[in-house]
């Protein structure tokens, strides 16, 4: 199951920051949190992922709290290209089956002209 | 590098019928999932392999779905026979090796007619 919790929908102006919150406070301290989106028809695509620190990528920019319990994707200058349905989850370690991704329902960002 | 090819895009069928579904990983992936996304959901893990050995199938429904990985490349999935609640899209993902990031395929989109 997934251990995240996303609001449903939010919408951003083109050419704005849109920050996407994400709440996983069940997180244990050894599992990353990673964030995908999904395009209409399209498979999800990776975007960035992280387990204490902030991390930035030529994408997007995360920011997990001091407390690992919640986290902040940051697109900072949204186009309508990033309109789509974006995935935070955490990546649950078995010793049998290694590292597997379960996803949640994610949040459903419109960039508005 | 080529991503993950998967075939056919789309398939309809009637109830009780059978279909299959290809997908090719990444070439080096040892890895490969294939997971169910529902209309609205996000996806859901039906199966993992490792090379060609099944590492968790323990959300695959095996009283009508089946998958394999016979040279631990190239990987089926198959539903027989198919029921209404079988409509969905499914993806195939593939990764270096449980503890890196996926990389999606497109995926084939099944109705159940």
């Known amino acids: 199951d997934a251990k995240t919790t996303q609001p449903p929908s939010m919408d951003c102006a083109e050419g704005r920051a849109a920050n996407l919150p994400c709440n996983h406070s069940?997180?244990?301290?050894?599992?990353?949190v990673y964030w995908y989106r999904q395009i209409h028809s399209q498979g999800p695509q990776y975007i960035i992922h992280g387990l204490k620190n902030n991390e930035t990528n030529e994408m997007a920019s995360l920011i997990i709290t001091e407390d690992r319990k919640s986290s902040t994707l940051i697109l900072p200058h949204a186009t309508l290209r990033d309109t789509a349905v974006y995935y935070c989850i955490v990546r649950v370690h078995s010793g049998v089956t290694g590292n597997q991704f379960y996803f949640g329902t994610g949040t459903s960002l419109t960039v508005i002209p | 590098e080529a991503g993950v090819a998967q075939s056919p895009r789309y398939k309809i069928i009637e109830k009780r019928q059978s279909v299959a579904f290809w997908c090719n990983p990444i070439?080096?992936?040892?890895?490969l999932y294939w997971y169910q996304q529902i209309l609205g959901q996000g996806p859901k893990l039906l199966i993992q392999?490792?090379?060609?050995?099944?590492?968790?199938d323990s959300q695959l429904p095996k009283d009508r779905f089946s998958a394999e990985r016979l040279k631990g490349v190239d990987s089926t999935l198959k539903i027989q026979p198919a029921k209404l609640e079988d409509s969905a899209v499914y993806l195939c993902?593939?990764?270096?090796?449980?503890?890196?990031?996926?990389?999606f395929g497109s995926g084939t989109r099944l109705t159940v007619v």
């Open positions: 069940t997180i244990s301290g050894n599992e990353y």
């Open positions: 993902a593939s990764s270096l090796g449980t503890g890196t990031s996926y990389t």
């Open positions: 070439s080096g992936h040892a890895t």
């Open positions: 392999f490792q090379n060609n050995g099944v590492v968790d």
